[in-house]
């Protein structure tokens, strides 16, 4: 083991990484005491890239640092780099693969989305988080804020692992009537619910998976996390990915879990602190990060009824009373594929907004970048009467329309096996709306910068690469609106009863956009496509 007393003088430890390189150990210590402890693929050769731990906390300390299973040859002194700025930061944002409508971290590994909460004017969003990698591992919870839900700034890293364990999914409330007794100033405190999960890291050997709270005073910025940890013990197995709502009816906060197996259960407190269980969830199928929320049906106010989901897009319609969730319904979604996974609800959206807000981790990879994953674009969601039943409907989050560009326009054009519509639009990023009367054709082609959707009628079926999903036309017609990234395409069908994310490899010679059918003739009533300026854009100018 090799150790280097540093004197932290500059905010950031800027570190090398080559994929595939053995695993180093690196502990901090301060007074003696482990504060941070992660393992990373160290290189002393050419890197693949670089990465950072923000010391800003150290500042004008003396931290030291330990090394175990280093194999290179240079000296620990000489193989990290100081600097009151992040390495090669140029180039954040814009690389090769970064999408340029979708949430992505700077450096490392991102996946579930967590701690989704609103807060005077801020949307927060916190995620699992590998800082040192662009593989799973080390989990910590990154942090974002954007006040549109659109453009993004990512802020220090929120929760960083401890001797209970490293931190795993959860999510996040506002306390306003001050239930935990956190707060200490004017604002009312944030608080973030989470899994600590032990075992995972050498420094929580032997300890189980428990339920954790920290807080924040400042609207998020400093967190703290809360000295009589954990609120709740392990109750079986790896249970994990707290979700919890304040239920106003029997003002009590309310706690959906992931327990093992198929199995979920929804615990009530009155200040997050004291959890009983008052209900068991057997999901078919199902296995960690549930959520539970209401909905109005049909956006009638009046009429309202509450979904339990799975994080493959599965989820249950019932009732709820404050303690016991019944279920009516169930519907499966099998059609998301690796594009869509653990999905979380914003929490804490005034009610005269009304909207419920949701996104999910894209499990896509990207080659060869720093970064590694993305986050779904910010969908509304609502609760429809189909003929199938009732049925969750995303759309896209109208904040979009502040990305929007130049626009073109088409209408009334009859598209058969000789004529196709060719557009001639050479963007990257765009936001297309269509309407289409099928008439006799028996399929209909979108083809967008070279990623060819298809819809066959006879079959009833949307298909955009390795991801299909049962579609059916209404009276003769169908409208489409697609969100087309530098790595994904987004399909929302009939105002978002089929909602297809689909994570997609660029093609940089292929730009167009082109309408055709086959085996018959169909008319393409009405298609706007609005090109996109990346949300990236001011971050890039360092605005």
């Known amino acids: 083991m090799s150790s280097l007393k540093l004197a932290v003088t500059d905010r950031y430890m800027n570190l090398p990484v080559k994929n595939n390189a053995s695993k180093t150990f690196i502990r901090f210590y301060s007074d003696e005491s482990l504060v941070r402890e992660f393992n990373i693929e160290l290189t002393d050769g050419e890197p693949d890239f670089w990465v950072f731990s923000d010391l800003r906390e150290y500042l004008g300390q003396t931290l030291e640092v330990k090394l175990e299973g280093y194999k290179g040859k240079t000296d620990l002194a000489d193989l990290i780099l100081l600097s009151d700025t992040i390495k090669n930061r140029e180039d954040i944002y814009s690389e090769k693969y970064r999408p340029q409508l979708q949430f992505t971290c700077k450096r490392g590994w991102l996946n579930d989305p967590n701690g989704l909460v609103y807060y005077k004017g801020e949307y927060h969003l916190f995620y699992q988080h590998n800082p040192y990698g662009i593989k799973w591992g080390n989990m910590h919870w990154g942090h974002a804020v954007s006040e549109d839900l659109v453009h993004w700034e990512e802020l220090e890293i929120a929760l960083y692992p401890d001797e209970l364990g490293t931190m795993f ?41 428990t339920q954790c709270l920290a807080y924040s005073n400042d609207r998020g910025r400093t967190w703290t996390k809360y000295e009589h940890n954990p609120v709740l013990g392990n109750i079986i197995g790896n249970n994990r990915d707290p979700k919890v709502l304040w239920h106003e009816p029997t003002q009590k906060w309310v706690m959906a879990l992931y327990l093992d197996k198929n199995d979920f259960a929804l615990l009530t407190s009155p200040d997050l602190k004291e959890w009983e269980k008052t209900c068991d969830i057997h999901f078919p199928n199902g296995r960690e990060c549930p959520e539970l929320f209401e909905l109005p049906v049909d956006n009638d106010r009046n009429q309202k009824k509450w979904v339990f989901w799975e994080p493959k897009g599965s989820y249950m319609v019932g009732s709820f009373d404050g303690k016991t969730f019944i279920q009516e319904s169930l519907v499966s979604c099998n059609h998301f594929g690796p594009h869509y996974y653990a999905a979380q609800t914003w929490s804490g959206i005034p009610e005269e907004d009304g909207r419920l807000i949701q996104t999910a981790w894209s499990r896509t990879h990207l080659p060869g970048m720093p970064f590694n994953s993305f986050l779904t674009f910010p969908c509304t969601l609502s609760l429809r009467t189909t003929p199938e039943g009732l049925r969750l409907c995303y759309y896209p989050v109208k904040e979009i329309e502040k990305l929007h560009a130049k626009l073109y326009t088409y209408e009334n054009m009859n598209l058969n096996g000789e004529k196709m519509l060719q557009t001639n639009i050479e963007a990257e990023l765009l936001d297309l709306n269509a309407e289409m009367e099928v008439g006799s054709a028996s399929e209909i ?12 009628l006879l079959e009833k079926r949307l298909i955009c690469q390795d991801v299909s999903a049962s579609f059916e036309h209404k009276e003769g017609k169908v409208s489409f609106r697609v969100l087309v990234d530098r ?35 169909a008319r393409l009533v009405s298609m706007a496509i609005s090109e996109m300026n990346s949300c990236w854009q001011a971050a890039r100018e360092g605005k």
């Open 445 to 456: 082609h979108l083809l967008v910068n070279g990623i060819q959707i298809v819809y066959k």
């Open 169 to 209: 999914s959860g999510s996040a409330i506002v306390d306003h009537h001050n239930t935990t007794g956190f707060q200490t100033g004017e604002e009312s405190p944030l608080v973030l619910i989470y899994t600590a999960a032990g075992n995972e890291a050498p420094r929580s050997k032997g300890v189980a998976y």
């Open 487 to 521: 790595t994904a395409i987004t399909i929302f069908g009939n105002g978002g009863e089929l909602y297809m994310p689909v994570g997609i490899m660029p093609n940089q010679n292929t730009r167009s956009v082109d309408v055709f059918v086959r085996g018959g003739s």
